[in-house]
T-cell receptor, first 111, second 114 residues
């Protein structure tokens, strides 16, 4: 079974701290990796994509990819209460266009 | 602003009814998807389509069918609704091929079958 795994949380961090969200995947040939944010009762929203090993930064968000370890992470710097949401990791597994999602990590940022 | 529009935000149907969930995208995307999302189970793929009139089963197709007669529209059909199909249904679309083909999701339809 090809899978994407995340810690379900909840992950609780104080306002202003760095939140670190982790994801592992089972398929070595996966090429595309995404992070989605989902507020309670809303649909997922794409916040980051990464395709190459290393770091990719976008504002307060940094995605990190290590294909050898089959590991992708999302760092949120200067966390804000508005970052409180479930974060979904998505990976293309066995397909050029179909994504497999992790079950998500619930992040709570405390004021 | 690009959009994926789902026809209903909330829907209540009776057991045994035939239910149609509609999804329309205005981004000229080839790929369209239907997922359901349940607490503790995450997003599970029901069906997807990579072209007009083409469809493929996802991980949980039983009890569902789909229709894609036009590129912009992808319909999910519950042939005979059952209470275990009570869920949040999410439609998504994407562009095929290499590069950034992350999904764009619709706002979701919360279906309750009573």
């Amino acid at each position: 079974q090809k899978e994407v795994e995340q810690n379900s949380g909840p992950l609780s961090v104080p306002e202003g701290a760095i939140a670190s969200l982790n994801c592992t995947y089972s398929d070595r040939v996966s090429q595309s990796f995404f992070w989605y944010r989902q507020y309670s009762g809303k649909s997922p929203e794409l916040i980051m994509s990464i395709y190459s090993n290393g770091d990719k930064e976008d504002g307060r968000f940094t995605a990190q990819l290590n294909k050898a370890s089959q590991y992708v992470s999302l760092l949120i710097r200067d966390s804000q209460p508005s970052d409180s949401a479930t974060y979904l990791c998505a990976v293309n597994i066995g397909s050029n266009y179909k994504l497999t999602f992790g079950k998500g990590t619930l992040l709570t940022v405390n004021p | 602003d690009v959009k994926v529009t789902q026809s209903s935000r909330y829907l209540v149907k009776r057991t045994g009814e035939k239910v149609f969930l509609e999804c329309v995208q205005d981004m000229d995307h080839e790929n369209m998807f239907w997922y359901r999302q349940d607490p503790g189970l995450g997003l599970r793929l029901i069906y997807f389509s990579y072209d007009v009139k083409m469809k493929e089963k996802g991980d949980i197709p039983e009890g569902y069918s789909v229709s894609r007669e036009k590129k912009e529209r992808f319909s999910l059909i519950l042939e005979s609704a059952s209470t275990n199909q009570t869920s949040m249904y999410l439609c998504a679309s994407s562009r095929p091929g290499q590069g950034d083909y992350g999904y764009t999701f619709g706002s979701g339809t919360r279906l309750t079958v009573v």
